[in-house]
């Protein structure tokens, strides 16, 4: 401890590291703004049987578990044409939910190439009942409550995720 009390130098770089270390570990990842990743997504909804029916929405991706997880809990809203796309690795049998939830919502289930397996429209917020769409399942789309009504959006459509796939950058 001596050589601490004598070469300041040395103090410094000790408590460089530790202050370095600190933020490393503790900040968030995109603290510093040089993140390399994605938020969002484009997703093109379409009609198979009338290509003058299309919706274009920007979904932010929860392809972990935990950001499954968490969903679009605790938002008071969303954007117009935004959204979420929960993205499973393996075909599943997702539940969700709408606890903590504080908008509606429009919840479209999907298998891996688009196809929309079932629609649930006007979800009420906050509700603990538990929805699925059974087994297959690859991707779920939530967006806006009154949308599905609105373009009349049914089975007949799909969703296009070429953006979703064709990305380079991980998504956060």
């Not at 008071?76 to 049998?93: C, D, Q, W």
Request: proline share 3%; glycine share 4%; charged share 25%.
């Amino acid at each position: 401890m001596n050589l601490f009390k004598k070469n300041n130098h040395i103090r410094y770089l000790v408590i460089t590291f530790f202050f370095v270390s600190f933020i490393f570990l503790f900040l968030p990842k995109n603290a510093f703004g040089t993140e390399n990743c994605k938020h969002y997504t484009t997703i093109v909804l379409e009609n198979r049987f009338d290509e003058s029916q299309r919706l274009v929405v920007q979904a932010e991706v929860a392809d972990e578990p935990d950001e499954r997880a968490l969903g679009l809990m605790n938002r008071k809203k969303i954007a117009k044409n935004k959204g979420m796309l929960f993205v499973y690795n393996n075909p599943s049998a997702p539940q969700f939910w709408m606890k903590n939830t504080f908008i509606s919502l429009d919840i479209l289930f999907t298998d891996y190439t688009g196809q929309i397996i079932q629609i649930f429209e006007n979800v009420p917020k906050m509700s603990e009942k538990k929805i699925t769409a059974g087994d297959g399942v690859s991707f779920v789309l939530e967006i806006n409550s009154g949308i599905v009504e609105k373009f009349k959006i049914d089975l007949n459509w799909t969703l296009n995720f070429s953006d979703f796939f064709k990305s380079l950058k991980p998504f956060c």
